[in-house]
T-cell receptor, first 112, second 111 residues
Framework: SQTIHQWPATLVQPVGSPLSLECTVE??????LYWYRQAAGRGLQLLFY??????ISSEVPQNLSASRPQDRQFILSSKKLLLSDSGFYLC???????????FGPGTRLTVT | TQLLEQSPQFLSIQEGENLTVYCNSS?????LQWYRQEPGEGPVLLVT?????EVKKLKRLTFQFGDARKDSSLHITAAQPGDTGLYLC???????????FGTGTRLQVTL
């Protein structure tokens, strides 16, 4: 069966510090991978998605970036965090149509 | 830009009551999914509907896809406290490798 891991689970970082969140998927190959951000009690904002190694599509222009160095690894990064980067970050994977998505446990990021 | 509007945004009911959540768009989707999310966790897929007019039942939950594939509804019969959570609909188009998520409906079921 497939499993998806995210770490860390929680993170508190000062403004201006760098960020690296990691997501890995097990039990499947060549998945579509996604990064979302969720404000408290709200819907999901798609940040990046990838349909293959080195292929990254950005949905929202901001100071975040994503990379996919391996087939089942997806990394979300920032060089300098802003207060507005605080939120709940979710990684998900899917196969192709109908693109049913399976989410990781999330990372709670607080920028202070 | 495709938008999925959910209503109501928040619903507080007592155990045993029935409820319906709506998901509406002006866009046509090739499929539509419903997820439930509990606080501090990732959303969990409940169901996928792909055919206009399709109805799927999952125990006390009934999902319907509109005939024109622009809208969907989720009906819960005899709600229980375990149904509490954030319900999200999400639509897929045939050309993009991504979903459009709805604005979410927060359901609270009390004893």
């Amino acid at each position: 069966s497939q499993t998806i891991h995210q770490w860390p689970a929680t993170l508190v970082q000062p403004v201006g510090s760098p960020l690296s969140l990691e997501c890995t998927v097990e039990g499947t190959s060549n998945p579509n991978l996604y990064w979302y951000r969720q404000a408290a009690g709200r819907g999901l904002q798609l940040l990046f998605y990838s349909v293959g190694i080195g292929q990254i599509s950005s949905e929202v222009p901001q100071n975040l970036s994503a990379s996919r160095p391996q087939d089942r690894q997806f990394i979300l990064s920032s060089k300098k965090l802003l207060l507005s980067d605080s939120g709940f970050y979710l990684c998900a994977w899917s196969w192709n149509s109908p693109y049913e998505q399976y989410f990781g446990p999330g990372t709670r990021l607080t920028v202070t | 830009t495709q938008l999925l509007e959910q209503s109501p945004q928040f619903l507080s009911i007592q155990e045993g009551e029935n409820l319906t959540v709506y998901c509406n768009s002006s866009s046509v989707f090739s499929s539509l999914q419903w997820y439930r999310q509990e606080p501090g966790e990732g959303p969990v897929l409940l169901v996928t509907v792909v055919t206009g007019g399709e109805v799927k039942k999952l125990k006390r939950l009934t999902f319907q896809f509109g005939d024109a594939r622009k809208d969907s509804s989720l009906h819960i019969t005899a709600a229980q406290p375990g149904d509490t959570g954030l319900y999200l609909c999400a639509g897929a188009t045939g050309t993009a490798s991504k979903l459009t998520f709805g604005t979410g409906t927060r359901l609270q079921v009390t004893l």
